[in-house]
């Protein structure tokens, strides 16, 4: 059995706003560079470390992260275990170099960042204290934020009857979805609060100006939260399973295109500055408060973490190509994260938990993010989630009937192998 070590702590943000209009990733046809900004984008991270174990944990504001783990990964000394998660706005510039359908990417831009996250590194392992106790806290307040997309709808066709009925990207009111907002405060021995780590799932979509560069709901809520403990402190964002969630930005009226994308209503709308705006400031109201009721435990010692991953050919076919990577990092009695490179539906986040229990955060969008990662239901129903998105990724596969299953699979795999550990 190991031997349970001090286990020292560090937090620090870097700013990776980029200094010149370059275009933004997330939609296929917007290529041109982003004309205003609503705020800056950074890297916050956050360094567990014992004697036998370094994790660091990056939350960057991107789309996706791409192949940066492996970039900084070479820059860096010694081994560290390394976590990069992206936060998934739909409004900073694209560091991913394959999917390029996605946005334009910037390859000075990418190299920036790269040399931004070293540096923050550096940083974390300069400044290293023991943590006095971590708080945990959960709210179920967040529902009236998000909703499914993934509604039934009909859509006008080319063949009689010249109307078909399909899966369509549209307002599913009677779908459930997971609504937790988590979060977790950690405080040192000088009774500060560097550092908040949170998770809700939600796309960071839907912004009133699409040509705005924007951190979205994760910036917003963590200048929310710098009000109270400072400009110092690190706020690390681990998006949800939301590869089938978005904003509530609803209505009932119809226009032409809803033709084509789907009718009857309600359906999914752009809104004005300050719809926008009041869904910003509710999460971040909702973030805020739940981190009032923190309860803060004693110090803890034990840390651990796991990587495996499965072969995409497994759940896709031999047509695709590359792995999907699980990462499982558990500091006992504080923080159980559970990663997975994809975008994936909501509904694993339940799987999640009763594999690795009801304290599990799910978390997507962490490493190289390959495509989504439908369950079975979504795959017998079809739709952009499980065919439409493969040709804008550049994902040759086709996802197998009992791929739900097949992850299982993987997660229980993940549960049960041997962890570095302290």
């Known amino acids: 059995m190991n031997r349970p070590s001090e286990l020292l702590f560090s937090s620090a943000h870097v700013d990776i706003t980029p200094s010149t209009p370059i275009p ?12 205003s900004s609503s705020g800056r984008l950074e890297i916050n991270g956050v360094r567990f470390a014992s004697h036998e174990l370094e994790v660091i944990i990056l939350s960057l504001d991107a789309l996706f992260c791409g192949d940066l783990e492996g970039e900084i990964a070479a820059r860096v000394t010694g081994t560290p275990r390394l976590l990069l998660l992206a936060s998934h706005t739909h409004y900073a510039p694209s560091l991913d170099r394959k999917r390029h359908n996605l946005g334009i990417f910037t390859a000075g831009y990418i190299d920036e960042v790269v040399t ?10 300069k400044e290293a204290s023991a943590i006095k106790s971590v708080g945990t806290a959960t709210s179920e307040n967040a529902a009236a934020f998000a909703i499914s997309r993934r509604g039934p709808r009909f859509r006008i066709a080319r063949r009689w009857p010249f109307i ?25 021995e000088d009774n500060d609060t560097p550092a908040v780590l949170w998770n809700w799932a939600c796309h ?10 924007s951190s979205a709901f994760p910036g917003a809520a963590r200048e929310g939260l710098r009000e109270t403990l400072g400009q110092k402190a690190s706020v690390v964002f681990c998006q949800g399973f939301t590869g089938d969630i978005r904003p509530r930005f609803l209505g009932r009226i119809p226009k032409p295109m809803d033709l084509v994308t789907g009718f009857p209503g309600p359906y999914f ?8 705006d009041r869904f910003l400031s509710g999460v971040t109201s909702v973030l805020t408060n739940s981190l009032k009721a923190v309860r803060f435990g004693e110090a803890i010692t034990q840390l651990s973490y796991t990587r495996t991953k499965l072969a995409l050919s497994s759940i896709a076919g031999d047509g695709a190509e590359g792995d999907l990577t699980f990462d499982h990092l558990q500091i006992a009695g504080a923080l159980n994260l559970v990663c997975i490179s994809a975008e994936p539906f909501n509904s694993y986040g339940q799987l999640i938990r009763n594999i690795f229990g009801d304290d599990a ?7 190289d993010v390959f495509g989504y990662l439908p369950d079975n239901r979504a795959i017998g129903e079809g739709g952009y989630e499980v065919v ?35």
Request: with cysteine; hydrophobic share 35%; charged share 20%.
């Open 24 to 35: 933004l990733a997330g939609y296929m046809h917007r290529t041109s560079p982003f004309t």
């Open 361 to 367: 955060w799910p978390v997507g969008y962490s490493g």
């Open 116 to 125: 931004a996250a070293v540096r923050l590194i550096e940083t974390l392992r």
């Open 269 to 276: 709308r752009e809104p004005d500055q300050n719809t926008y």
């Open 164 to 188: 078909r009925r399909e899966m369509c990207l549209a307002p599913a009111l009677k779908r459930q979805i997971d609504t937790r907002l988590s979060a977790l405060a950690i405080t040192t």
């Open 204 to 213: 960071p979509v839907s912004a009133a100006d699409p040509l705005s560069l």
């Open 388 to 422: 439409g998105f493969r040709p804008i990724f550049g994902f040759s596969g086709q996802f197998l009937p009992d791929t739900e299953d097949r992850i299982g699979t993987a997660l229980r795999a993940l549960k049960e192998a041997k962890p570095y550990s302290s």
